[in-house]
């Protein structure tokens, strides 16, 4: 059975850092890519970011670039996602997905993905 398991999530000021955590089991980093999405109250499902160990790719989202970083942890089979300088437009439920082929038009396509966590909540204060 595959599980993915999101931790890290909580209450932050603007300016703040959080680092999310999805643990996977049921499946290796080594054939999944994992992205990380988050919705927003009344939103659509976005991207944030994806890490694609065995092709060496990452992605992210215009809106996090610079200030979201991922990494993965293939020992752990573990994938983080570190957040720097969060703005409230960050608010929201963070979760990540497995996704078993990823490309540039497809990391941020929620119907691509295989398998979810059930999410992490991230709430950034003025």
């Known amino acids: 059975e595959v599980q993915l398991v999101e931790s890290g999530g909580g209450l932050v000021q603007a300016g703040g850092s959080l680092r999310l955590s999805c643990a996977a089991s049921g499946l290796t980093l080594d054939d999944y890519a994992i992205g990380w999405f988050r919705q927003a109250p009344g939103k659509e499902r976005e991207g944030v970011s994806c890490?694609?160990?065995?092709?060496?790719?990452?992605f992210y989202a215009d809106s996090v670039k610079e200030r979201f970083t991922i990494s993965s942890d293939n020992a752990k089979n573990t994938v983080y996602l570190q957040m720097n300088n969060l703005k409230p437009e960050d608010t929201g439920v963070y979760y990540c997905?497995?996704?078993?082929?990823?490309?540039?038009?497809?990391?941020?396509?929620?119907?691509?993905?295989?398998?979810w966590g059930q999410g992490t909540q991230v709430t950034v204060s003025s």
């Open positions: 997905g497995a996704i078993y082929v990823v490309d540039a038009s497809t990391w941020s396509k929620i119907s691509h993905y295989d398998y």
């Open positions: 890490h694609d160990t065995s092709y060496d790719q990452i």
